[in-house]
């Protein structure tokens, strides 16, 4: 029987329309790993700040510490969720977003019934927007925070509020828009839409500045205030002569251990997903930190002769704060590097910066936090380098690694731009912002009150009893 032919072939049927592509839908697990690291960033806040501030005043201050920076913190989170993170984090300038999410606006439609989602690092992944506003919003929170030791046993509450709003709206705000905003990686998909989508940037990420998780927009910019106030408002009452030694090192010690575990959340949940970065962020916090606190006590026991708690748990807070920027584009040994140097030199920041600036910096906060960002900032230039074990520049047009040679003197100079950007940013907004409130309110507190102690005078309250 001969074989059969072959059927007709069937018609090829109609193209079908394209189904438009499905919305990126949050991964729980990055969703609870930010979560957690949002109430890691509030414990390194309170109690974690307040009890490390706390522990270093005299005891007549102490209260007086604890409830600034309580306050404080307060104060921000109210601000932020009404026109802060909007003003930092929606398009319109490269030096000032919108007011897109006023009052957080948009991110919840009733008519839809759905929420809003942010952008991450990575093409197709995003965060609820609740979380990113929650979790940024805590780290203006602890940058406002950071000011008050500068100027610490003589401020008046109300001026110490009255600053924090003007340095938030005018220096926080836009710090946080010109390093950190950009409008995600997802619109990115060859050269002409990379080149157009860094046009909608803030100034200082369009210069290709890499600052993880914020030396410049929260250390160097809260130290650069800080320095400003403890010189605009003057040294303490018998500062030089009188003893004003810490009066509870073991506060201070819970305090810098509870900003070093809060630290990770700080720095590993600056990668805003549960992977392979925030892993890499958090080997370096916990190494880069070990490594400056044995540098700072072995390097005081050294010039001074014996090694002290007040010396281990500022090395903590060095390393930390040097980190801060590198945590997610350095290797392990980058960070190794990066903490030993924190350490020597924020002792030398504590000790022979201090003495030639001349400046009451009450707590140290920009010898620590001012040197250190600084330090920082500058190194994450030379250890993202993938010769050194870095990084490197991510190209997400090809999402990817790039395969341009990395230049460590170029990166180093857009390190330095952002740094020298951030410190005339502060400096001018503090300066004035400070001068405003003492017109208005008075900066300091008169002098007898000063010497009986704020606790008391202040908020009619002591910390102990008996």
């Known amino acids: 029987m001969p074989d059969a032919a072959p059927a007709a072939a069937a018609p090829a049927p109609a193209p079908a329309a394209a189904a438009p592509a499905a919305a990126p839908v949050a991964n729980k697990g990055d969703t609870s790993f930010m979560m957690i690291s949002t109430l890691l ?12 501030y706390g522990g270093l005043v005299r005891s007549k201050n102490m209260l007086s510490v604890l409830m600034q920076v309580f306050m404080v ?52 992944v995003v965060i609820p927007e609740f979380v990113f506003v929650a979790f ?3 780290f203006a929170a602890i940058t406002c925070a950071l000011i008050v030791g500068a100027f610490a046993e003589r ?24 390093v950190w905003f950009w409008t995600g990686p997802d619109l990115i998909t060859n050269a002409a839409t990379s080149a157009s989508e860094a046009l909608k940037a803030g100034w200082i990420w369009q210069k290709g500045a890499l600052d993880f998780a914020g030396g410049t927009v929260v250390h160097i910019n809260a130290a650069v205030a800080g320095l400003v106030g403890a010189i605009m ?38 990668s805003l997903e549960a992977g392979d970065v925030a892993a890499l962020a958090f080997v370096n916090t916990l190494l880069a930190t070990a490594a400056a606190t044995l540098s700072w006590v072995f390097g005081e026991w050294i010039s001074k002769g014996k090694p002290s708690m007040l010396g281990g748990a500022s090395g903590a807070v060095a390393g930390l704060v040097a980190i801060t920027p590198a945590a997610g584009f350095v290797g392990p040994m980058g960070g190794l590097v990066i903490g030993l140097l924190a350490g020597i030199v924020c002792l030398w920041g504590v000790n022979g910066l201090k003495r030639l600036i001349g400046a009451d910096d009450s707590l140290d906060v920009f010898g ?11 190194l994450t230039g030379v250890f993202a380098a993938p010769q050194l074990g870095g990084q490197g520049i991510f190209d997400y047009v090809t999402n990817k690694m790039s395969a341009d040679p990395y230049s460590i003197g170029h990166q180093v100079w857009v390190q330095a731009q952002a740094v020298g950007t951030t410190i005339l940013w502060s400096a001018v907004v503090s300066v004035v912002a400070y001068k405003l409130v003492d017109i208005v309110i008075g900066l300091r507190v008169p002098e007898e009150e ?11 309250e002591q910390a102990y009893h008996g």
């Open 73 to 124: 913190f307060a104060l921000v989170i109210v601000l932020w969720c009404i026109y802060g993170y909007s003003i930092a984090f929606t398009e319109k300038t490269a030096f000032f977003g919108g007011f897109d999410r006023l009052f957080l606006n948009g991110i919840w439609d009733p008519a839809k019934g759905t929420f809003a989602a942010a952008a991450t690092f990575s093409k197709g």
């Open 368 to 378: 620590v936090h001012g040197v250190g960002g600084i330090l920082g900032a500058l």
């Open 233 to 270: 408002i003057g040294k303490r009452v018998g500062y030089g002569r009188e003893s004003m030694a810490p009066h509870s090192l073991t506060m201070t010690m819970i305090g810098a251990s509870l900003l070093w575990v809060g630290w990770f959340g700080f720095n590993a949940g600056s």
């Open 41 to 52: 960033v509030i414990l390194m806040t309170i109690p974690g700040l307040a009890l490390f």
């Open 450 to 460: 000063e010497r009986e102690g704020l606790d008391i005078t202040s908020h009619g």
């Open 155 to 178: 401020a008046k509450f109300a001026a110490v509020l009255a600053f924090v709003v003007l340095w938030f709206t005018f220096a926080y705000l836009p710090a946080a828009h010109m």
């Open 136 to 138: 940024q919003g805590t």
